[in-house]
């Protein structure tokens, strides 16, 4: 099976108000289509890698190679175009604009990457929302969708550029069970498709449905 993800020996540091070693010579890699959690207690670094392999934080030890691309040490621009193009990001809170529809909210990203004509993005955009059940509310404002609705609409602005890996920090910390199941069952269909996700999670339910879990304590990996 072909690696989407190399994370080599990355340690972390943090500084203030004095030096803490945050990560600790946490090594893995990541298969495509595998769906993966990462676990652990709060404060045991999971955010924090999450953050690394999501390129958004920059210093670090080690090496992260993704798609076959050595990330380490490249320049901010280079990681922001990379971001657009081969990674989708679902949150805690969804973070869509209010005022725009749910296809509006979709399109963005695309967009942004600017490889599809806006009629193309918006064919796209409309074919996610099909797929995570969502297409007849494309035209609603994400303000009037509940809280399950914009949390699937925000997978479907993840996925608008098949990226290589949807990362989740906490994807279901703000649903109730019904809709953290719905969620769940996206990601396992959209795993079953060859689509990477690496979800960071507090839930031992969600966490015990995925291919595989990593578990981490102390800035440690200590199961995967």
Do not use: W
């Not at 064919?123 to 949390?151: V, W």
Request: one cysteine or more; proline letters at 4%.
């Amino acid at each position: 099976m072909e690696t989407v993800l190399k994370a080599v020996h990355l340690n972390k540091y943090f500084y203030d108000p004095e030096k803490f070693q945050v990560l600790k010579d946490v090594t893995f890699d990541v298969k495509k289509g595998e769906f993966l959690s990462i676990i652990g207690k709060s404060g045991c670094g999971k955010s924090t890698l999450l953050y690394l392999l999501s390129t958004m934080d920059t210093e670090y030890e080690g090496a992260i190679e993704m798609a076959e691309t050595p990330l380490t040490g490249r320049s901010q621009d280079y990681l922001s175009h990379f971001r657009n193009e081969h990674l989708g990001f679902v949150f805690q809170f969804h973070f869509l604009l209010p005022e725009f529809s749910a296809l509006q909210n979709v399109m963005l990203p695309g967009l942004k990457l600017g490889r599809y004509s806006e009629k193309e993005v918006e064919e796209r955009a409309m074919e996610k929302l099909r797929l995570i059940g969502m297409a007849d509310f494309a035209r609603k404002p994400a303000s009037k969708l509940s809280g399950g609705q914009q949390q699937r609409v925000a997978i479907a602005r993840a996925m608008i550029n098949d990226p290589t890996i949807i990362m989740g920090d906490e994807p279901t910390g703000n649903l109730d069970r019904a809709n953290t199941e719905n969620v769940f069952h996206i990601f396992k269909e959209l795993a079953g498709m060859g689509q990477t996700i690496i979800a960071v999670t507090h839930d031992p339910d969600f966490a015990a449905g995925c291919d595989r879990v990593i578990e981490m304590s102390d800035g440690m990996i200590i199961r995967q």
